[in-house]
């Protein structure tokens, strides 16, 4: 039992993650084998190179699942992105960008709104958003201060497609203070705010660190080398490789049918 178990581990790293959902079992019958099912899988992996290697792990699983039952496996990728590569020089910039504006100038408003999204939020909600970050909780609805620069990756789980331009071109991103402290992603609370004039002041102060930080990029030649020079440093050799096949399609068709 150990064997098996370390064997999975070498290709299961406890980093990664495999989700999945049954788009078609087949047919409605509960006492028939089906001709046919269908299910996708979302493959997560901290680095490119892990993903490909779990996906053909995810891929095999398949086809030996496919050989004992005497039946035929098809597999297509439909989306991918890779994993995102901080940049050091890009980010020091834009974290000076941000320590001279400081935290948007909130208003009374700003604040009585925020405290009445917060109220809907769990003590777990607000403690996760503060160990997020690795700071000591605090008493309040919106911050008051900038957040230091994250020189690494943090891993919160989502997936964005910057990370496939991160791995082209020198890349920074910023996360622009629009929320009230606790909000969770993918929530009502998140949407709700999405109009407020507290989330206007976190946008705009975003834009503009993002614009600070651009322009630094245009006007130093000197940031420009040492961005490339961090960015083939991260790379480690490595080329880049979409996680998408070339001649992919999306199932646009598909969707609209359903």
Same mark, same amino acid.
């Given at each position: 039992?150990? @064997?098996?178990? /370390? !064997? ?9 993650? #495999? ?11 509960? /006492? %028939? %084998? ?6 996708? !899988? ?39 992105? $890779? /994993? ?7 980010? /020091? ?23 009445? #999204?917060?109220?809907?939020?769990? $003590?777990?909600? #607000?403690?996760? $958003? ?10 309040? @609805? ?56 507290? =989330?206007?002041?976190?946008? %705009? ?34 080329? !880049?490789?979409?996680? #998408? ?10 969707? =609209?049918?359903?």
């Amino acid at each position: 039992m150990n @064997v098996g178990v /370390n !064997y999975m581990r070498e290709h299961m790293p406890s980093e990664c993650r #495999i989700h999945y959902a049954v788009l078609d079992s087949g047919g409605i019958s509960p /006492n %028939v %084998v089906q001709a046919y099912a269908k299910v996708r !899988y979302v493959v997560r992996s901290p680095d490119l190179a892990g993903l490909f290697t779990l996906i053909e792990r995810v891929k095999k699983v398949a086809e030996g699942a496919a050989l004992m039952t005497e039946t035929q496996m098809e597999s297509t990728i439909l989306a991918g992105v $890779s /994993n995102l590569m901080v940049n050091t020089p890009l980010m /020091n910039v834009m974290q000076d960008a941000w320590d001279s504006m400081g935290a948007p100038d909130y208003d009374d408003e700003d604040h009585a709104f925020a405290k009445a #999204i917060q109220a809907t939020l769990s $003590s777990a909600d #607000i403690a996760a $958003s503060w160990n997020q970050e690795r700071l000591e909780e605090r008493d309040m @609805v919106l911050t008051d201060f900038v957040l230091p620069a994250h020189n690494e990756v943090r891993q919160m789980g989502g997936s964005t497609d910057v990370g496939d331009v991160s791995w082209v071109v020198p890349t920074v991103q910023a996360y622009g203070p629009t929320l009230a402290v606790g909000t969770q992603l993918h929530t009502w609370q998140v949407v709700a705010q999405g109009k407020s004039g507290l =989330a206007h002041k976190g946008m %705009v102060a975003a834009a503009k660190a993002m614009v600070a930080t651009g322009l630094a990029a245009m006007e130093s030649e000197q940031l420009r080398t040492a961005a490339w020079e961090d960015l083939k440093k991260r790379r480690k050799g490595q080329d !880049y490789t979409s996680p #998408i096949p070339a001649g992919a399609e999306p199932p646009v068709a598909a969707m =609209a049918v359903r």
